[in-house]
Each structure stands twice: as C-alpha cells, then as structure tokens.
C-alpha cells in the first residue's frame, strides 16, 4: 500500500480518537459524578478542561509542526494522547481526571493541528478532495458514535473504560505513523510566536473560568467578574501583539479572505450548537427521564445515525457542490432541528426528540467534510498549519464557550426556579441555594430526600420544572447560534477564494512519450512530415 494511504489511515485513526473523546464523556458524567464525588462545574472542567487545551495550543502546535515536522509532532501527539487516557482511566479524584483531560487536549492539539496538513502535502488533485471526504466522514462518525459509544462500554465495563480503549488504539496509530508515513516541513520556518501563546491561553482559560463561575455564583461575584475582565484584556492584548508581530501564530491577515472567516465562524457554531447541546440532553435524559448511560447514548443513537450517513454522502459530494452550500445549508437545518426540540415540559418523553435528533443529525453531518477542505483550501501548502489549527480552534472554542455559557444559563434557571418556587415555604427558603446546587448537579433524588417528607413532590416538581425550562432555554440559544452560522456560511464562503489543487506528476512514461513526440515535431521538416508517395531527398 502507498505511503499516502498509511498517512490517511493513520490521520483518520487519531482523528477519530481524540474527537471520540468530545462527546463520548457526555454519557457518563453522572455515573463519573456519583464515583469521585464531583460537582457540576466539575463536570463542566472535564469537558471544557479537554476543549480549552484544544483550543489553546492548536495554534501553537501548528507552528511547532511546520519547524520540526509534521510527522515528528502527529507522532509526539498521539503519545501524550494515549498517555493521558490511561492517567483520565485511573484517576482517583476530580482534579486528577480534570488534569488528564488537559493532557489528552495538549495531545489533541498537536495531532489536530498537523492532521490536516499531512493530507494536505501527501494528497493532490481529485484524490485530495477524496481524502478530505473520507476524514470528514471519520470525524462524523467519531462525533456520531460517541455518545452511544460512552453509554455501551460505562454500562458493560465501567466509565474508565471509555478513556483505557484509547491506549491499544492510540498505540496503533503511533506505529503506523513512525513506519508509514513520510515527513513533510514549510519552505519557510516562522519563529514561536511565545507574548502570543501566553496571552492566548491564559486568556482564554481566564474567560472560561470566569463564564462557569457565573453559574456557580452570580455575574457580579468578584472572582467571576475579575476572571471575565480579566480574560477579555488579556485577549484583546493578544490580538494587538499579533497585529504587531512580523511572525505571529496566528496570522490576522487570514481574517481578509471572506471563506475563512466563514469557514471559521461555521466551525465555532457547529461545535457550539448541536454538540455542546448533547452534554446537556444526556444529563436530562438521565437525571429527568431516569435513564441510564447506555440507554440515554442508544437514545442519542437517533443522531448519530442520520449524522453517519449524511457525512457519507457529504464525503462524496465535497468534489462536486460548493462548500458553502454543504456548510450553510447544514447548519440552517442543524438551527431548525433545534427550534423543533423545544417545548420540553415535565411530562415530555424522549420521543419528543427524536425529530429534531433526525433533521440535527443530517445537518451536521452534511457541515463536518465540506469544513475540512475549506479550512486548508483558501492558503498554500506552507501556511496548511496554521490555517487547520485556526480551523481546529474554533472548533474548539465553539465547544467551550458553548458549555460554559449554556451551563452558567442552566444553573441560572434552575436556582431561580427553586428560588421562587420556595419563597413561601419558611421552611424552606433560606435553603433554596443549597437545593439548587444539588439539583444543578444532578442530584435530584439527594435534594428531596434531604428536606422534610410534606415538601417532596413539591421540590421534585420544581427540580423537574426547572430542568424543563433550562432545556427549551438552552436549544433556543444554540439554535440562533446556528442559524447564524449557517447564514454567514453562505454569505461568506466564495470559490474564487480557494487556492488551486496542485495536480500530481505524470507517470515517468508519459512524459518520456510527451519528450519524444516533441523531438520528432522539431525534426519534421519544415513544411510537414512526408506524405507516402514524397520523394526521398537525399
């Protein structure tokens, strides 16, 4: 087998993983509440701890692999990524599982930011546009099969066991990349861009902070409002570090091609609407609904199919329709599958979903393939780095923004609810901020069972009211999110701003066939070759 077909497995292998491991926690976040004792910022940290690592290092990851190559750090990524799993499968505490899942994102990055543009420099033409389909078909299937995935293997082993069959895989992936795959490094090596990535990150892992401390607290709690302000100066610091810097991580001149901007604001409102939705919905149907892991992920399965399928044919049809169409489109329809979900009330069964999960799942699935070439398709081969890691961490930021302003949202509407609902009940009243807070995470059998017997059905039905109205809240907001997305998907993205596909060479006999035609054209007399018949001059 070519070396390019060991580099798209190999690619398309660690794509799967690390995506794998953004929705397949949504499942088992209860089952991992309940064994390490965790809060629901806590829950909060494991995903927004994995996405923010993401995010903040893609970029530099991007540099770091167009210096010393992109092979090099695919491989050291995938390390640290398989390393992080075993650490997230044998954590003992809240923290150390927030802390692995920072290292699996550190990883993450790495391969994220480097995957793309080894297809990149290994694919051309026509089979570049096939490569692209089929990791855009792997990266559905990985976003698709993720919540199922979660509920099958923490109901039949354990929520470990979600991050441990990482290792066998991630080690598999190491392998084929040390011995099949061939390294590739930019013309033009750019220095690290350091004032940039410090300001980047504790920026944004500031800001991040500050949105889930909302939740907990209030907007105008000191160390929230101090974290938001915080994270807000230190972004904008960044942006005028890298306007000024003659090498910069990231590169705001790209912010002057319309597709990229398009592209880039589709990849912040696909992870931001429909994905960052699951986590809340798979708590709801656990917690609301009574389900377990792996029912509330064969539940899920609804999206998950149609997401499968239309990323199958989105992978085929990449080469012949315009990408905005595909992008646009599939969000509009991802922001009208999330309106159909509204209306959750406390009676409403999961059925009511299913709809929406439908009509979601086809939207996503047709954004996810179109994306990938879009993100690498509007710069030269020497700037594919960075451009995939712009595009990965927008993706990124889509996720983590997304979770934690939905979360502070739902935690919002459910403390208010039990806020209000228990204003008239003196026994109850001054302990409204404590039952919430166990209700935010969860625990809403704990939070009846801890007031007296007469007050039961009352604070399950504000628990289950409020859960209710969080939910229609939530879908509203991500659904004007991607409405957005999709409608300046299609305002934004051209065709004449992507770059031709360099054409890959012609085989050795055809132009040693095209030298000689060319040869005996300039040896043919003047007035033409012989015709039969011509005498013969001497």
């Known amino acids: 087998m070519h070396k390019k077909w060991w580099t798209l497995l190999g690619v398309c292998g660690g794509t799967f993983m690390l995506l794998l491991d953004t929705t397949i926690v949504y499942v088992v976040m209860p089952p991992v509440q309940e064994d390490l004792k965790a809060s629901f910022s806590d829950l909060q940290w494991v995903i927004d701890g994995y996405a923010l690592a993401l995010a903040a290092l893609l970029l530099t ?186 090498q910069p991580m990231f590169d705001l001149s790209l912010f002057r091609i319309p597709t990229f901007v398009g592209g880039s604001i589709a990849a912040f409102a696909m992870n931001g609407s429909l994905f960052a939705m699951f986590l809340f919905l798979a708590i709801h149907f656990q917690e609301v609904l009574g389900y377990s892991s792996m029912e509330a992920g064969l539940r899920l399965l609804t999206a998950s199919v149609s997401m499968l399928f239309a990323s199958i044919i989105a992978g085929k049809l990449s080469s012949k329709i315009q990408p905005r169409y595909l992008i646009g489109v599939g969000l509009l329809l991802v922001g009208a599958a999330l309106v159909w979900m509204r209306g959750v009330s406390a009676t409403t069964e999961w059925t009511h979903f299913i709809p929406g999960f439908v009509l979601g799942g086809i939207g996503a699935g047709l954004v996810n393939p179109p994306l990938a070439s879009t993100a690498v398709g509007v710069v030269d081969l020497s700037r594919s780095g960075m451009a995939s890691g712009v595009n990965g961490t927008f993706r990124q930021l889509g996720v983590s923004a997304s979770v934690a302003v939905l979360g502070s949202v739902f935690a919002s509407i459910i403390t208010g609810k039990l806020s209000d609902g228990l204003a008239g009940v003196p026994e109850l009243a001054d302990r409204s901020e404590g039952l919430a807070a166990l209700v935010r995470a969860g625990e809403i059998d704990a939070a009846v069972a801890s007031t007296p017997e007469k007050y039961h059905g009352t604070v399950e039905q504000l628990a289950v009211a409020g859960f209710s109205d969080g939910i229609n809240t939530l879908v509203t907001i991500a659904a004007v999110l991607a409405l957005a997305g999709g409608l300046l998907a299609l305002a934004l993205i051209r065709p004449k701003d992507f770059k031709p596909m360099p054409q890959p060479p012609k085989p050795a006999e055809d132009t040693e066939a095209a030298k000689d035609t060319e040869a005996a054209k300039e040896s043919a007399p003047a007035d033409g070759p012989r015709q039969s018949g011509d005498p013969v001059k001497a």
């Open 61 to 246: 990851s991007g540099t770091l692999a167009d210096r010393f190559g992109r092979r090099r750090l695919y491989a050291i990524g995938v390390g640290i990524f398989t390393v992080g799993s075993l650490l997230c499968g044998l954590a003992v505490s809240p923290l150390m599982l927030i802390l692995s899942r920072v290292l699996q994102g550190v990883g993450g990055s790495v391969m994220f930011a480097t995957g793309l543009a080894l297809l990149a420099g290994s694919f051309q033409g026509k089979e570049r546009g096939m490569a692209f389909g089929v990791w855009g078909m792997v990266t559905g299937l990985a976003s698709a099969i993720g919540p199922v995935a979660g509920g099958v293997i923490a109901n039949g082993i354990d929520w470990r066991g979600i991050f441990l069959v990482n290792v066998p895989i991630g080690l598999a992936v190491a392998a084929i990349v040390a011995l099949r795959v061939d390294e590739s490094k930019a013309p033009f090596v750019r220095k690290l861009d350091w004032p940039g990535f410090v300001l980047f990150t504790t920026g944004l892992t500031s800001l991040i902070y500050g949105l889930i401390r909302v939740g907990e607290t209030s907007w105008t709690e000191n160390t929230a409002l101090t974290a938001l302000l915080g994270g807000t100066a230190l972004l904008i610091a960044f942006l005028v570090v890298e306007a000024r810097s003659e």
